[in-house]
């Protein structure tokens, strides 16, 4: 009893003592050299009631003046009139310095984010935080095995040098990449979804297959991308693991739950003040129908909003704002249009642009539907974003509004800038012969959104190299304006003839509509045509110096789902080149073509491929043999490269008409999904024709047909294709080849 009540009066003490107020006449600091007394006595200050202090409040005093970092130790004192504060400085940093690094790129990165430095106040909690920051960097920049460690000196003056040592070791390279879980799509499939790939003596100069943690999260968004466009509404990529073995190897392994498959039910317009005329109503439902259908997926659901904004736009309704919200019925997702009126007028006060160190904000800007003094048009500005995102020279852009009253608004974008220059190099070898490629690319050079392209491409049948350059929003409109400079050398054996092409071109592209494009181009070439002993007089009277002037243009007509592994949609081409002024040889060329992709059933993907291509000299001018058409084994399998179409003594000289149409689909194989196989089968027709330069040549016009089947198989000794063809039809002139392989790619 008696000890429970000691206990008792104990705790009755200290909660009296901690709610107790104490009068103080003065606060005495002492400890400190480098900070002033006044600043600690200022977190005193900052009370209302100087004269009364509690318990409480002089441990939260204590805790904010130890979060400054400044001190080591903070102790606080109560005498009867009095506060006495003693502390104990943290050293102040001299230099610090990161030691096992040469790789300048990757020592400024880390050096912009350590804590610790010069004249900064040092501490053991930042020195633990450093190390998390440079860990985290260096595993960014593939070096999963990095060891850092620390070494602290002190020196005189309460400073000290701080040293981090590292051992970068070997980059981390991905062996293999599984996905799990009810993935639903082959790992083919979803390998050429992500932008991490497996590591292959192929890739040596290919940073792809190198372990990153921001290229992992760059994968989930693409897999999380991909599903969504493909109808499954709920799916979750639950996670990802890394297993390292072998000190620079790595297994990556990204877990999946695709959820059910859900098609597009209704549009709903929900007006429920009244807000559009029925008229209006009726205009946005069909242009929702058009767009909304079959599986769902937020690309439409995207192509919806823009369809719904343009409408706005263009009937000059600017005051309505709407939002799409899907919603689950059964499988079907239904979407609800909610449309609200804009009650207050507000307008745009400032865009702010933050982040941007070495983009031009002009860059950022020219993506921006909207300015300064505007209407404050939400949907515009979510578009903005979107522009933004879109460009692909920034990791993230995020924005925030800031009301400054009822009618007026700053806008705020920040963006995080990310690398924009890319080497890459590929080798292969197969039927065709070999080559090798490498290209050099700058997405933003010197901040201005302009691209840069360096190619070189050593092959079996030619050489060729390239200079272009790529600059957007030119004089703040909305064309891409293109300049190239290239030289090819073509050396084919059965063609009778060599030549050389140097020159350089200018081209514009922008869209005349949605996904409608129109590309016009001038170019100016010097061609150098020499012919082989052994052709025929006819070819050899066609050797010489050529000097082209081209007007051309080209229209594209874009509705595909994806530009890469296309599943749904078609792709409309077509184009004229006009050489006729200043040109040795007038002539004029046509050219058509388009592919269409569907999926008949799950692992069967279809596609179909047409081109159609006419050359014609003008006046009684004959082309020249250089602008003579072919047709390339990969558009009729079967048959060699060039190797069908009119023949000039022995050689293969093309024709001024040429087509191909290609049937193609895959099918399972039964293989192990891990070996990352795919199966197609096809039928392939084409034909060559027509010799403007000699009435008395074989022309060889007949129909050539092949079917066949093709193997794609990413093999540990790089990506090997292998087709094997059958001839239903041909030319006796032709030169078959039923089986054909190549192995190595371009990366």
Known sequence: MFKNIAIFICLLFFLTLANSNFAFSQIVVSGNKKISSDTIIGYFLSKNDLNNFSQIELNEIQKKIFQTGFFKNIEIKLDSNSIFVTVEENPLVNFFNIEGINNKSILSILEKNITNKENTFFNEYKLKQDIEILNSLLKNSGYFN??????????????????????????????????????????????????????????????????????????????????????????????????????????????????????????????????????????????????????????KIKALNDALSNYFESNFINKINFQLSPKKINNNLNIDVSLSSDLNNIYINNILVKGNTITEEKVIRDQLLISEGDYFNKIKFTKSIDNLKSIKIFKEVNYETFFINNSLVDLVISVIEMPTGEISAGAGFGTDGGVITTS??????LGKGISLRSNLSLGTENLSGSFSISKPNEDDSDLIENYNIFITKYNFDDSGYDNRIVGLNHSLKYDIFENISFSPKIEISHDKIETFSGASSLIKSREGDYVTTLLSYSIFNDQRDKKFKT???????????????ASDVPAISNRVGGTYYYKIAENYQSRINGDFY????????????????????????????????????????????????????????????????????????????????????DDSNKIRTSVGIGLTWVSPLGPITATYAQPLSEAKTDEVEQFSFSIGTIF
């Open 146 to 299: 990095a060891k850092i460690s620390s070494s602290i000196t002190l020196i005189s003056d309460n400073r000290v040098n701080v040293f981090y040592n590292v051992d970068l070791n070997t980059k981390t390279k991905i062996s293999r990449i599984f996905f799990i879980g009810e993935k639903i799509y082959k790992n083919s499939t979803l390998l050429d979804v992500v932008e991490s790939q497996e590591h292959g003596w192929w890739k040596f100069l290919s940073d792809s297959s190198t372990l990153t943690t921001s290229r992992i999260e760059n994968d989930i968004t693409l897999l999380k991308r991909f599903y969504l466009n493909n109808g499954y509404y709920d799916v979750q990529i639950s996670s990802s693991s890394i297993d390292i073995f072998d000190k620079s190897k790595a297994n990556l392994t990204y877990s999946i739950n695709a959820g059910d498959l859900y098609n597009f039910g209704k549009v709903n317009f929900l007006d429920l003040n009244n807000l559009l005329k029925k008229t209006d109503l009726e205009n946005l439902f069909k242009i929702s129908s058009k767009i909304i259908k079959n599986n769902y997926s937020i690309n």
């Open 440 to 445: 050099i690319n700058e997405r933003n050079f």
């Open 614 to 697: 006419a050359t014609n000299g003008l006046g009684s001018e004959d082309i020249k043999l250089s602008d003579r058409h072919h047709i390339r084994s990969k558009n009729i399998r079967g048959f060699k490269n060039r190797g069908i179409g009119p023949i000039d003594g022995a050689d293969h000289v093309g024709g001024n008409y040429a087509y191909n149409l290609n049937f193609s689909t895959t099918i399972p194989n039964g293989m192990p999904d891990k070996w990352n196989a795919d199966t197609s089968i096809f039928f392939d027709t084409a034909n060559v024709w027509g010799v403007d330069y000699s009435d008395s040549i």
């Open 567 to 581: 599943t749904s949609g078609y792709l409309i081409r077509f184009g004229q080149d006009f050489a006729t002024l």
